[in-house]
């Protein structure tokens, strides 16, 4: 029977994986693998545990790391999950396979990295002159040649790893030499090939090119054969010497440890917007008041449901929240005509799209009341089933703002959290940029006599409705432990 907890799987009358290790007096080793339960991996499980997690990881670069050690279509399986999800993917082939691997294990992979002998065994038969193609390089081409995508390295122990590029670029790469670790001796090899793939994943990651990642990993599994063990050898971030560290590490890491918030759009601009109004111009770089959350973006083709603004807002943040699994944002923003009683509404994006700008300004012909409210309602869920917190803020044009704009959201038995207020305006004949809504229609009283449209993106964000209700929001993440 089985059960899954935090992506990791367990099933009742099978043992765990061993691995038992022989060292020599040289401290090379040789391994046993016992593969237990690793064996009844299966690729679906693997599928629905890698888009869980990639849901969730909030570095800007997502990296998959696979070796052999599992069934070999658990082990594609996650290579093409990778790629599906826009990661860069890497196949370690150890324990090297006896048999030739599938085609589309190579063109899955964007990085292989075997060892020597890996090498040799997964290019048996594939060079048609033997004595003029042995070399790493040459035989390295030849898996280039099956289908990777970017780059061949093939780990040398001692002397480093040498890197073949998809272009032909040949580069040797070794640990430097003044790490500190070089002047102990080495102990035990066992694990220095997994030390190298995991920092190299981890330097990647972190947006280190592949070169200078590959230089750095190498001085991370130098490090790892002076000391007894596999996992035990490995050294923690506090105990890289400077030349391993990279600029700023600490804040990528804090990064990438962040929990993450989706923002449900596919609008660069909206993304751009949010991350100015939340203080985020640039995730890496020093804020005075940084969010404890990561922040980035999908599009979901959510459906356009009918009912008022609260309602639609919380059912699509919750199908939202189920579609990726882990915290989203979710925002609706209606442009409501007075004169219209309200319409049209949430369903001004079809309105705008349908009629343009022209349309919009036609719709109150022949009416006095050229008033309206604009009104942007965030919605918030941290995971599935969970509750929806609510961030609003009403822009009147002018002070006409229907009472049921602001009681509707107490219908609800949900926790919301409720801003609100008022900037006069007018709608008026579109000006300026047409690109970003119905904001060339609507000019607000301390725009200057501007359109949001015409208004510079500072001095929209400081009166829009969105900007203040962003504000919100972030205050409302500094404060809460969610």
């Given amino acids: 029977m089985k059960y899954l907890e935090s992506s990791v799987y367990a099933q009742d009358g099978i043992v765990t994986g061993v691995a038992p290790i022989t060292v020599d007096n040289q401290g090379e080793n040789n391994i046993i693998v016992c593969p237990g339960a690793n064996a009844e991996l299966t690729p679906l499980e693997v599928k629905q545990s890698m888009e869980n997690l990639i849901s969730q990881q909030t570095s800007s670069t997502c990296i998959v790391l696979v070796q052999l050690e599992i069934p070999m279509d658990s082990a594609l399986q996650a290579l093409k999950t990778g790629k599906e999800l826009g990661c860069i993917t890497i196949l370690n082939p150890a324990p090297a396979p006896s048999n030739p691997l599938e085609e589309e294990f190579f063109k899955f992979t964007d990085i292989f990295i075997p060892n020597e002998t890996e090498l040799k065994v997964l290019t048996q038969g594939l060079s048609k ?24 390295i093939v780990t040398l122990g001692e002397r480093g790893a040498m890197l073949v590029e998809k272009d032909g670029t040949i580069t040797m790469v070794e640990a430097d030499k003044d790490l500190p670790c070089n002047s102990l001796p080495v102990v035990d090899t066992v694990g220095a090939g997994d030390a190298f793939c995991g920092s190299l994943a981890s330097y990647l990651s972190m947006g280190i090119d592949l070169r200078e990642a590959a230089n750095k990993a190498c001085g991370v599994a130098g490090m790892s054969v002076r000391k007894r063990g596999a996992q035990s050898s490995y050294p ?76 639609i807002a919380i059912e699509k943040c919750k199908i939202a929240t189920a579609e990726v699994n882990g915290p989203v944002l979710v925002e609706d923003t209606c442009l409501c005509f007075n004169a219209l009683n309200g319409l049209p509404g949430p369903y001004i994006k079809w309105f705008l799209e349908k009629t343009g700008h022209e349309g919009l300004n036609n719709m109150l012909t022949g009416f006095e009341d050229k008033t309206a409210y604009a009104q942007t309602i965030f919605s918030l869920c941290m995971e599935p089933g969970g509750e929806v917190y609510l961030f609003r803020y009403v822009i009147c044009t002018p002070l006409i703002v229907p009472l049921v704009a602001f009681n509707s959201c107490f219908n609800f038995s949900i926790p919301s959290f409720l801003c609100s207020g008022t900037t006069d305006g007018t709608i008026v004949n579109a000006r300026g940029a047409l690109d970003f809504g119905w904001d060339p229609v609507f000019e607000p009283f301390e725009g200057d006599g501007k359109t949001y449209a015409e208004l510079t993106k500072d001095e929209k964000n400081e009166i829009s409705h969105r900007g203040k209700a962003f504000r919100k929001l972030k205050e409302f993440l500094l404060q809460k432990n969610l």
Avoid at 130 to 150: H, I, P, Q, R
Avoid at 241 to 267: A, M, W, Y
Avoid at 285 to 296: A, G, L, M, N
């Fill in 129 to 152: 002159d033997d004595e003029t193609n042995s070399s790493e390089a040459a035989l390295a081409k030849l898996l280039l040649a099956k289908g990777v995508d970017k780059s061949v």
């Fill in 236 to 311: 923690t971030l506090n105990e890289l010497p400077e030349q391993l560290l990279i600029p700023n590490v600490s804040k990528k890491v804090d990064e990438i440890v962040k929990p993450r918030i989706t923002f449900v759009t596919g609008n660069k601009k909206k993304v751009e917007e949010l991350q100015r109004l939340l203080g985020i111009t640039d995730q890496s770089s020093e804020q005075s008041d940084p969010i404890p959350f990561h922040i980035t973006n999908k599009k979901i083709d959510l459906p356009e449901l009918q009912g008022e603004p609260e309602e």
